[in-house]
């Protein structure tokens, strides 16, 4: 049966029954972050669904998914078995397979380590502070440019593929040492077309809730397949050539220093460490794959926003003329200097949610209480990010596009209490690991931008910005932006 026994003295978490078989699956099709929320004020933080045949576990409130993710952060680290998640890079990756024992935390550190290595390490050789400088800078330099020339043969264009090209080429640069043109075919084909992996991916996909489904032809599933085909093809070509071309001093990218980690002997000396050399290499596809969907998202988002909100766009404008002015382009040392501009980011972040459900959480191998409530090991669980974001109890008019909130009374810094409570990267264990190279990517593009062009859609256009449901949520695209030139290119040296 699928009734649990229940130790004495806990209960199960309480939650709506559910059709048979289909369980929520019906109500939960259009929106499920928003469903999910609404049934949380009735059923509470830590409530019981049935989706298809299998229960899981949804976890709402600040509070709550602390208590779990941080504080209970060893019971609540593990990935789901998903049948979807088979496919993303062959069964083997760090952020959708479900290992998430010792191999688990021995490859999220080697990720993380040349990740860093290639980012935000100050660099004796970059012409700017760190690698992530020179790389943002220069593709958002290029994007001005861009868009101005867009500007003057179409009078108006969809920033987003030229967004996610610039962002990829980001990641690129620092996984394989490589920059594309943006017309390149294969690049943009996979960059362009995440909403392939990105609506399988999501929480409550039909087919990893309803067995039966697998065996059915899918139109979704079978682009799913093939998106993931011809990134792990992309991603090999390099792996091939960098361990061709490997020097042991010279190591030039995140792709040489894994390949590094693997000769390494010292990797091995730990037994409970034993990753096959594959699994250090294929990490860069997770880091690679992570790393431009994400920030692509967040700043099309911002543009969206920056054009229904003119006046919004404008205080930013100003802000940065006051402190950083027309004479030099804004540096990643800026943080912190532009409270209102950092307030509008959290504000995007919070009001669109756009990663409404963190990738699903699976309790370890112990069962465990979690507000009183018996959870058993291995339930699947979700994690209701935009829940947290649009809490009445933790904000004022949470339906309010407001970037005031995030700054102190005075209005002259950003009061840091308030941003911590903003939940997009999740948190504990599993938490984004490139959430600092995110902020900061976010943070340089669009200070860049905005130094030198203003942003609106042509006139009589509205933009749609009802976010579609997926893993990261996207706007419909809208081809009817236009940009100004703030000042003459003469002024700045
Ligand atoms: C995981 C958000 C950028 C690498 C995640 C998760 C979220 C997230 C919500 C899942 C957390 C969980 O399951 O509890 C974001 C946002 C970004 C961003 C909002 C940008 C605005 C990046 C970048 C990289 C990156 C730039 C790397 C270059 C990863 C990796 C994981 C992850 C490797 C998997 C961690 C694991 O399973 O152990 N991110 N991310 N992310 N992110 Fe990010």
């Not at 804004?330 to 972040?349: C, H, K, M, N």
């Not at 090991?377 to 109890?393: A, P």
């Amino acid at each position: 049966s699928l009734r649990q026994h229940v130790p004495k003295g806990l209960r199960s978490p309480p939650g709506p029954r559910g059709f048979p078989i289909l369980g929520s699956m019906l109500e939960l099709r259009k929106d499920p972050h928003v469903v999910l929320a609404r049934l949380s004020r009735q059923y509470g933080d830590v409530m019981e669904v049935r989706i298809g045949t299998r229960p899981v576990l949804v976890l709402s409130g600040l509070d709550t998914i602390k208590q779990a993710l941080v504080k209970q952060g060893e019971d609540f680290m593990g990935r789901p078995d998903l049948y979807s998640f088979r496919y993303v890079t062959d069964g083997q990756s760090l952020t959708f397979s479900s290992d998430s024992g010792e191999m688990w935390k021995a490859r999220r550190r080697l990720a993380q380590n040349a990740l860093k290595t290639f980012s935000i390490t100050p660099s004796p050789t970059a012409s700017s502070i760190c690698l992530l400088e020179e790389h943002v800078s220069r593709e958002a330099e290029y994007l001005v440019t861009k868009f101005l020339q867009l500007m003057k043969e179409e009078k108006s264009f969809d920033p987003y593929r030229y967004l996610v090209m610039s962002v990829a080429n980001v990641i690129c640069a620092m996984c394989f040492g490589k920059r594309y043109d943006h017309n390149d075919q294969e690049l943009l084909n996979i960059v362009n077309n995440t909403e392939q992996f990105d609506n399988v991916a999501a929480s409550g996909n039909p087919a990893d809730f309803i067995p039966v489904l697998q065996y059915l032809p899918s139109r979704a599933m079978k682009l799913f397949v093939d998106f993931n085909k011809s990134f792990v093809h992309f991603v090999q070509k390099f792996v091939k050539e960098h361990y061709e071309t490997y020097d042991k001093n010279n190591i030039r990218d995140i792709t040489d220093s894994l390949i590094e980690q693997c000769l390494d002997k010292k990797v091995e000396a730990n037994p409970a460490t034993q990753i096959p050399k594959e699994k250090i290499v294929n990490l860069v596809n997770d880091l690679f794959g992570a790393g431009f969907d994400t920030v692509t998202t967040a700043l099309s988002w911002s543009l969206m926003y920056l054009v229904i909100y003119p006046d919004i766009q404008k205080r930013i404008q100003k802000e940065l003329d006051q402190t950083i002015g027309q004479e030099r382009r804004p540096r990643l040392s800026d943080q912190g200097t532009l409270p209102y501009t950092e307030a509008f980011i959290l504000e995007v972040f919070r009001h669109s949610s756009f990663i409404p459900f963190t990738i699903p959480h699976k309790g370890t191998t112990r069962d465990t209480v979690l507000n009183g409530y018996y959870i058993p090991k291995d339930r699947c669980v979700f994690i209701n990010q935009w829940q947290v974001n649009h809490d009445e109890k933790l904000w004022k008019d949470p339906l309010t596009f407001n970037p005031e909130r995030f700054l102190t009374a005075e209005g002259t810094e950003v009061n840091k209490v308030e941003g911590a409570k903003v939940l997009i990267f999740g948190v504990g264990k599993r938490s984004c690991a490139g959430e600092t190279i995110g902020r900061w990517q976010v943070f340089l593009f669009l200070t860049t931008l905005l130094q030198q062009l203003e942003f609106s859609v042509c006139d009589g256009k509205e933009v749609d910005m009802t976010p579609v449901y997926a893993l990261t949520m996207k706007h419909r695209r809208c081809e009817y932006f236009q940009v100004k030139q703030r000042f003459s290119m003469r002024s700045m040296s």
